[in-house]
């Protein structure tokens, strides 16, 4: 049997990342007879999401015991997920599946430490974000693995550069800019002063200091006026001007925040279309650059990308 996983096999495993999030669903119960040696019993559900793994070829066969250090490595570094390929992703579910013949109790960890949950929702980026990119010899899906969207806080992810969505003067702020100098430390700030500030829709770069990844590129993106102000433009340009630098500086991740959507107000929907298809066209033409991620506070944030990923592709 192949081992293949196509995008039908993709769509029948995400039906089951409702299961996941809904705190309704009871996954698995915790017997509480003292002598017991299987604490944990599983609901039907969580039983017929285990087949699905398995009859979707989430399961593989592979020395999945040598592997369990790497496996322990993506719970304690969950950041690690966002640059997770399909074969990583089936690596891992197999690992903490088989764990559990070991040492029962271990999947109910993982959904309760909600690990189980961030594999899935790995594996909806790369649908999203791969999913119509038909490969016509095998009539089957390849996944295009070089955008992903991921919920959470750009300032930990180790990439080659994350995004600032700063202002004017480079001098610091609030939102992703504020958490961004306090995860970078006071050098980030003595490096942007003297760079003479950046005018709107363009980008500088500096390095990272404190933070996991190794630049950070300054980006001001457009103050929302309505929309009749040229913001489009000036926002489209931010992703072009940031993929410019990243691109001369031979940069290959490259994390951007969801820029002007925060206190410059920019329509969410409206910001998420400009970001994808800037991205999209700029990979077109620029091949060195592996892996963009757009990162999204929120799931609000995140849905959006989803949609407009699934629209625009
Ligand atoms: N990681 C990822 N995204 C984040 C983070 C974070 N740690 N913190 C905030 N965001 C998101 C917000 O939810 C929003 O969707 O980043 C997006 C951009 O919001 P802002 O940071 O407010 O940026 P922007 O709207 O471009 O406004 C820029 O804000 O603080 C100032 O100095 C900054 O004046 C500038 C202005």
Same mark, same amino acid.
């Given at each position: 049997?192949?081992?293949?996983?196509?995008?039908?096999?993709?769509?029948?495993?995400?039906?089951? &990342? #409702?299961? %996941?999030?809904?705190?309704?669903?009871?996954?698995?119960?915790?017997? #509480?007879?003292?002598?017991?040696?299987?604490?944990?019993?599983?609901?039907?559900?969580?039983?017929?999401?285990?087949?699905?793994?398995?009859?979707?070829?989430?399961?593989?066969?592979?020395?999945?015991?040598?592997?369990?250090?790497? !496996?322990?490595?993506?719970?304690?570094?969950?950041?690690?997920?966002?640059?997770?390929?399909?074969?990583?992703?089936?690596?891992?579910? #197999? #690992?903490?599946?088989?764990?559990?013949?070991?040492?029962?109790?271990?999947?109910?960890?993982? +959904?309760?430490?909600?690990?189980?949950?961030?594999?899935?929702?790995?594996?909806?980026?790369?649908?999203? =974000?791969?999913?119509?990119?038909?490969?016509?010899?095998?009539?089957?899906?390849?996944?295009?693995?070089?955008?992903?969207?991921?919920?959470?806080?750009?300032?930990?992810?180790?990439?080659?550069?994350?995004?600032?969505? =700063?202002?004017?003067? %480079?001098?610091?702020?609030?939102?992703?800019?504020?958490?961004?100098?306090?995860?970078?430390?006071?050098?980030? %700030?003595?490096?942007?002063?003297?760079?003479?500030?950046?005018?709107?829709?363009? !980008?500088?770069?500096?390095?990272?200091?404190?933070?996991?990844?190794?630049?950070? +590129?300054?980006? &001001?993106?457009?103050?929302?006026?309505?929309?009749?102000?040229?913001?489009?433009?000036?926002?489209?340009?931010?992703?072009?001007?940031? %993929?410019?630098? =990243?691109?001369?500086?031979?940069?290959?991740?490259?994390?951007?925040?969801?820029?002007?959507?925060?206190?410059?107000?920019?329509?969410?929907?409206?910001?998420?279309? +400009?970001?994808?298809?800037?991205?999209?066209?700029?990979?077109?033409?620029?091949?060195?650059?592996?892996?963009?991620?757009?990162?999204?506070?929120?799931?609000?944030?995140?849905?959006?990308?989803?949609? &407009?990923?699934?629209?625009?592709?």
């Amino acid at each position: 049997m192949s081992t293949q996983i196509t995008i039908k096999n993709l769509e029948n495993i995400l039906g089951f &990342v #409702t299961l %996941l999030t809904n705190q309704e669903v009871k996954l698995y119960d915790i017997q #509480t007879e003292p002598l017991t040696f299987e604490p944990y019993c599983y609901s039907k559900e969580f039983n017929e999401l285990i087949t699905a793994l398995y009859q979707e070829n989430f399961i593989i066969s592979f020395d999945w015991l040598a592997w369990k250090q790497s !496996a322990d490595s993506f719970i304690t570094n969950p950041e690690l997920l966002t640059v997770a390929d399909i074969s990583t992703l089936q690596k891992l579910f #197999t #690992t903490h599946i088989r764990q559990e013949r070991f040492c029962s109790g271990h999947l109910a960890r993982m +959904i309760d430490n909600k690990h189980l949950l961030a594999i899935f929702q790995r594996l909806q980026a790369i649908y999203a =974000a791969g999913m119509l990119e038909n490969n016509h010899n095998h009539g089957e899906a390849k996944m295009s693995q070089q955008t992903s969207v991921i919920q959470g806080d750009i300032t930990q992810l180790p990439v080659d550069a994350i995004v600032n969505a =700063a202002k004017n003067s %480079l001098l610091g702020g609030g939102g992703v800019d504020g958490a961004i100098h306090r995860a970078a430390g006071p050098e980030l %700030l003595a490096e942007c002063r003297l760079l003479n500030g950046c005018a709107t829709g363009e !980008a500088k770069i500096t390095k990272g200091y404190q933070l996991p990844a190794k630049w950070v +590129i300054h980006t &001001v993106g457009p103050v929302w006026y309505g929309g009749d102000r040229g913001e489009d433009e000036m926002l489209g340009r931010c992703y072009r001007n940031s %993929l410019a630098l =990243a691109a001369q500086y031979q940069l290959k991740t490259i994390a951007f925040p969801a820029i002007s959507t925060g206190v410059y107000g920019f329509p969410m929907e409206r910001a998420c279309k +400009i970001a994808v298809s800037e991205v999209n066209k700029f990979l077109h033409s620029h091949k060195s650059i592996e892996q963009v991620i757009f990162v999204c506070f929120g799931q609000s944030a995140y849905d959006c990308y989803l949609k &407009v990923i699934r629209e625009l592709t």
